[in-house]
């Protein structure tokens, strides 16, 4: 049974990881069949790597061109936004539920993406925003920016959120004073600097469970 029959008869959890991965694909080439195709990418790949290349890794893939990358980056990008959205739903309580959050934002990221995330008294998410740099490894947004953008929000508090791209997830020097001075002007307004979560790969870093938040 074809894949695109077997989803109708039995529904998408009977089928395999390269079944449905050929119906994304939907064709093969002159050289491949679309079967081939989807099980060497599950073999060589696996959806989670997959998922994490941009369109000039995808494109390098033997058989992948614009037709077949760009509907690749459109479905994992909607996967994301999914469990974004579920998440949305969530209170951000602790270290752990704000990196549940964010995680789908930065998953296969490779360059830094500062993000700031205002909640009311009860750390529902009010509004996010997002600046992002063309280095890999570093970002310097002025902290009047960030201010401005915050005011508008009007939030009860404020969470930061940062990526290290290369895999230490241990706050710079020039993170920690950057914290510093975002939270005194904010606690010179009202607002409380709830924490700072440096992400990398799977894992994170918190500024307040680590005790790194000073009494602004």
Do not use: W
Request: charge should be neutral; proline fraction near 4%.
């Amino acid at each position: 049974m074809l894949p695109r029959e077997k989803i109708i008869k039995d529904g998408p959890s009977e089928l395999s990881d390269d079944e449905l991965l050929a119906i994304m694909l939907s064709s093969g080439t002159k050289n491949e069949d679309v079967f081939s195709m989807s099980k060497r990418l599950i073999q060589d790949y696996g959806f989670a790597s997959l998922m994490r290349l941009d369109y000039n890794e995808l494109s390098k893939i033997p058989g992948i061109k614009m037709a077949k990358g760009a509907k690749l980056l459109a479905i994992f990008e909607i996967a994301r936004r999914v469990i974004s959205e579920e998440n949305n739903k969530k209170c951000l309580n602790d270290a752990k539920g704000l990196f549940e959050y964010v995680y789908p934002f930065y998953y296969g990221i490779k360059k830094e993406v500062l993000m700031i995330i205002g909640v009311n008294s009860r750390l529902k998410v009010l509004n996010l925003k997002k600046y992002t740099s063309d280095s890999y490894n570093e970002i310097n947004i002025p902290i009047k920016e960030i201010i401005k953008d915050i005011l508008q929000m009007d939030p009860y508090g404020v969470f930061i959120i940062h990526n290290h791209p290369g895999g230490n997830i241990n706050p710079s020097t020039a993170d920690i004073k950057y914290t510093i001075e975002l939270g005194k002007t904010l606690d010179a307004l009202s607002i409380l600097l709830l924490d700072h979560l440096i992400i990398s790969n799977d894992t994170y870093y918190s500024f307040n469970e680590n005790h790194t938040l000073k009494s602004f």
